[in-house]
């Protein structure tokens, strides 16, 4: 099977990467990046699907820009919900799965129990509604499958983890915010799921449509900031504080935990608690 994975230099790109070279599979992985294949050009992706042949695609390229999005939205719209189109076009027509990587800032952040996949989408960050919009593009691709994520980390990259881990060897204290609840995703237990999900399409039992994939757990990012100083065993103090006394340009789910009932009941799949996955990816950094 030819799989190709865009955005393959992020934090998921890398992993699904480091498992194809560790992993003794029969799966030829295609890894491209914007250098290769710019997915906002219709006539490169169409060029690429003609010239080669593709049964799956796992898209990860994403404009995550979070706060830059609210000033710049067509270009959040482009790269988040354009180019999807033009690859689930292109999924179409070759008769390829398509697995789309979508978010929790779907959601507006005012539920009081885990998001189920069927809960109506309310985004209230331009980042959100460009992520909202690539999903209803994803959905034209007859064999399409949506994984909304949250508080996605790893050992490659730019992350809230690696973030701690030098301010708590910088400073002797730090604020994080307390009110904004959901749950870590570690990269490479989203990658673990998404192979689990190609093996069984491999047998003709593809489950399409949306499913929310994060780590089990419930945790604020204040939590989270104080686990990390934890585990790396740091002097840095963590101190809780409101999302008010730390503004930033876009609004952010105030609550976003994902419900995986749907994920684990449809594809078999065992979820590992963020702080186990935590464990595991500051294990691999420190390698």
Known sequence: MNILVTGANGQLGNELRKWANTQNCSHNFLFTDI??????NQSAVNSFFETTSIQTVINCAAYT???????????????????VRYLAKACKKADARLIHISSDYVFD??????????????PVSA????????EEA???????????????????GNNFLKTMLRLGKERE????????????????????????????????????????????????????AHEIIQQAKLKCVVKP???????????????????????????????????????????????
Request: with cysteine.
């Open 173 to 224: 204290t730090l604020n994080v915010v307390f009110d904004q609840t959901g749950t870590p995703t570690y990269a490479a237990d989203l990658t673990q799921a998404i192979m689990k999900i190609i093996e069984t399409a491999e047998r003709n039992e593809l489950k399409t449509g949306i499913f929310h994939y994060s780590n089990e757990g419930v945790c604020s990012w204040y939590d989270f």
């Open 127 to 134: 980042y959100g509604r460009t992520k909202l919009a690539g």
């Open 241 to 287: 504080i409101e999302t008010k006394d730390y503004p930033q340009p876009a609004p952010r789910p105030s609550y976003s935990v994902l419900n995986k009932a749907r994920i684990k009941a449809e594809y078999g799949i065992e979820i590992p608690h963020w702080k186990e996955s935590l464990s595991r990816c500051y294990r691999e950094i420190l390698n």
């Open 65 to 83: 820009a979070v706060d830059k999005a609210e000033n710049d939205e067509p270009a959040a719209m482009l790269i988040n919900a354009v180019a």
């Open 138 to 156: 994803a959905k034209t691709a007859p064999k399409s499958i949506i994984l909304r994520t949250s508080w996605l980390y790893s050992s490659f």
């Open 109 to 122: 952040g005012n539920a009081c129990k885990p998001y189920g996949e069927e809960h109506p989408a309310s």
């Open 35 to 40: 250098d290769y294949l710019d997915i906002t």
